[in-house]
């Protein structure tokens, strides 16, 4: 190949990134205080954050996914998703949540090929495609749990910096400072959204939408009306506390009396999974049967009647233990 041929290519590329690369960098540069901002202002607070510049820096999206995010922004899917992670605490884009379910789809969809051919390839794609959504609300639960076993001791320290002479601000940031995840996590951005100049009452409703937690209303309904209002705060907050110390005790003893009922669901809905996973390991062609040409017919309404009967059977089941106080 020509020598000046390759020079002036590769030149070409390389005027042509530059050319990108400052394109980008004024486009970056001039939106970082907006964008910033924004986090905290335009979205309600429903963004996750991280605590140092450095985790910041290494999580920073690709340009691919700024421009799907830029596509999806605004739209009801999009904001769901948003939110639903900004719960969970777990730090991806909207687009970026959407590809790891892509990829999860065709990863247990590749495996279960692999393992079993193409029937159960579409039923691991099926699975695989709900397993972020699960381990999300998985997440979202237990991070929800937690925040609210910590809200009493959240309370008792408030209450014990007003009574110091605190003000409900230096309260919220003693907070931030002094109590373990998750509950500190999010005062400091309640904290930090008051600091950017956002009210306290749009402060504690961003809270109120990125943790849905009956006893955080009380609490945030008792602040705001006694900044309306007046009143003692440290009195009102302690016998909140109280109130939510006894709740989460009763919550406790439900659950362990529960416990017996919860595990009794869980096994006899996965005992008939197991025992068909293992007839087909042990003797696939007896398996096989459902789904033959001369059988499948009869074979795979069967299977669907019977996998409608413990999905129902163990949503009743969890009902009837779920007991709301």
Known sequence: MDPTIVLIVGGGLALLFLVVGIVLSLVGGGSVVEERLGRYAETGGMVTTVSDESADRDDRPTPLSDFLNNLGEGTDLFAGISTNLAQADIKLRPAEYLAARVVAMFGVAVVAFVLSGAILAVVGALVGFFIPPIYVGRARKSRLKAFDNQLSDMLNLVVNGLRAGFSTLQALEAVSHEMPSPISDEFRRVVQEMQLGITMEEAMDHLMRR??????????TAINVQREVGGNLAEILDVISF??????????????????GRATAWVISALPIALV?????????YIMQFFNPETRSCGIPLLSLAGLMIVSGFLITQKIVDIDI
């Open 277 to 285: 996973g293992l007839l087909f390991a042990v003797n696939k062609p």
């Open 211 to 220: 943790i849905h937690s009956d006893d955080l209303d009380l609490v945030i």
């Open 243 to 260: 109130t939510i110390r006894e709740r989460v005790r009763i919550k406790g003893e439900i659950a362990s009396l529960t416990a017996q």
